[in-house]
């Protein structure tokens, strides 16, 4: 396929390292895996920044690391173990594949995180962001990460219009950025981080970017021909789909019934507060527990509440129900009853539910 020039093509990128790497080296924040770029600080760092915010993420990372401090530590973790470690992180695939990928290293590559770029997109859930991240931070090899940030910066600093959801747009900006390094000799390790700190500090992604700050205020040909505002192209994505649900707390004493998510699917394997589709009525509602078999003394209903997934939304009604001891043993084999504090410290409740978590405690309403 041949590819026609574009703005990326006609701009002499070269130009754009030295005040990239100037401005970084007075700039750069201090993050808990920066100072020891270890590769598996560096993967475990990069995976959970992926839809993730650099302050979000840095608790998460520390606790991880605490806990499952190397690869085979994540590889022998049990799904209940690193679950709970992701817990309100979201997008919980991502800690599925780290630790089938922690397995893989463990039994095909003798427990030492490949350094080879290639090896590296080998792994499960390693794309070529990632694989570059890993193998020029940690390895010092000159190969890109380029993700939406760094699509965003190239993209106007060079004035390219090119429609970066598109992946052979990715894939040239890849090829550019790796002629770069080569050309430069430059630190591929301070390059990609510093793309990902001016996309994150300065030509950032919401509002307004802060090209008074920026180190490439002279060379920007978006800012020049006043194109911020149409780079970069995007196509739209798709619209999320709605879903209604009703969520239940049935409570008895200070325990509430909580449920293992199927396998497969949104929120696999994670603990949820019963539910059903569509929003319920509170008639309905007393039907549905009824269903399940208990004898409800009371029901509530509580406020509604809605939670954002990539291609989802929950709007969700809740209840809160309550029984008398004796209804536990009838209560359906998958209801587990915790108190406040053990579904807190011992089970991965995904954020989505986290409207209805301080229903866990209120006694009296
Ligand atoms: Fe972004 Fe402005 Fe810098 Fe251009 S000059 S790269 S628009 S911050």
Redesign the pocket.
């Known amino acids: 396929m041949t590819h026609s020039r574009t703005g990326i093509d006609c701009f002499e990128l070269n130009q754009m390292v030295k005040p990239l790497e100037q401005w970084f080296l007075e700039n750069a924040r201090v993050l808990p895996w920066r100072e020891e770029p270890l590769p598996y600080y560096v993967w475990i760092s990069e995976i959970m920044l992926q839809q993730t915010r650099v302050e979000a993420v840095k608790p998460y990372f520390d606790r991880f690391i605490r806990k499952l401090g190397d690869v085979e530590a994540l590889a022998n973790a049990t799904e209940e173990e690193y679950l709970k470690l992701w817990e309100g992180l979201g997008y919980y695939n991502r800690v599925r594949n780290l630790h089938v990928a922690a397995v893989q290293i463990m039994e095909e590559y003798g427990g030492m995180i490949p350094d080879d770029y290639q090896e590296l997109l080998k792994l499960k859930g390693i794309g070529s962001y990632t694989a570059g991240a890993i193998s020029s931070i940690a390895y010092g090899k000159p190969e890109p990460a380029v993700d939406g940030n760094v699509l965003?910066?190239i993209s106007?600093?060079t004035g390219d219009t090119s429609d970066i959801m598109k992946p052979q747009v990715k894939r040239h900006m890849e090829d550019k950025l790796r002629a770069v390094m080569e050309e430069t000799k430059c630190n591929p390790s301070t390059l990609n981080q510093a793309l990902m700190e001016?996309g994150a500090m300065?030509?950032?992604p919401n509002g307004a970017?802060?090209?008074e700050?920026?180190?490439?205020?002279e060379?920007?040909?978006?800012?020049k021909e006043q194109l911020?505002d149409q780079?970069p192209v995007k196509t739209k994505a798709k619209k999320r789909r709605i879903e209604n649900r009703t969520i239940f707390i049935i409570r008895q004493g200070d325990t509430v019934a909580i449920q293992k998510r199927p396998n497969k699917g949104l929120l696999a394997g994670l603990y949820e507060l019963p539910g059903a589709e569509g929003s319920l009525s509170e008639q309905e509602a007393l039907e549905w527990v009824k269903e399940q078999g208990y004898g409800p003394l009371y029901i509530k209903k509580l406020p509604d509440s809605k939670h954002i997934f990539s291609h989802i939304e929950w709007h969700m009604t809740g209840y809160l129900i309550k029984i008398e001891d004796t209804e536990i043993k009838k209560a359906p084999e998958k209801h587990i009853f915790v108190d406040a504090v053990t579904a807190t410290e011992k089970y991965a409740i995904p954020s989505a539910f986290l409207a209805y978590a301080s229903y866990f405690k209120k006694i009296d309403e």
């Open positions: 965003r910066v106007r600093l001016l300065v030509c950032v970017p802060h090209c700050e920026c180190p490439w205020q060379l920007c040909v978006a800012k911020i780079i």
